[in-house]
């Protein structure tokens, strides 16, 4: 369910009480766009990280023939260790 706040204006200025063509607000905006970029970059370099090592449990999986209870403990062990990673 996405919920959305009705009681505040859609896009909040950056920077209250400047001028929009300030020097300014214009840096203000620029530093929020680069601060966005980053994030997604760093998403995107997790997500491509984390799917490698799926990849590779997937395939140690399949090259030594776990059933189905080793490859859940083996995924439950990955979990605790990406766990304490954060």
Do not use: C, W
């Not at 990280?49 to 995924?75: F, H």
């Amino acid at each position: 369910m996405n919920l959305s706040r009705n009681d505040r204006p859609k896009h909040t200025p950056v920077l209250r009480g400047f001028d929009q063509s300030s020097p300014a607000y214009q840096d203000a905006e620029s530093l929020d766009n680069i601060l966005k970029n980053a994030r997604a970059e760093s998403m995107a370099d997790a997500a491509v990280k984390y799917s490698g090592r799926l990849e590779r449990l997937a395939a140690y999986i399949a090259t030594e023939g776990l059933n189905a209870a080793e490859a859940v403990e083996l995924l439950r062990q990955e979990s605790e260790q990406f766990g304490r990673a954060l």
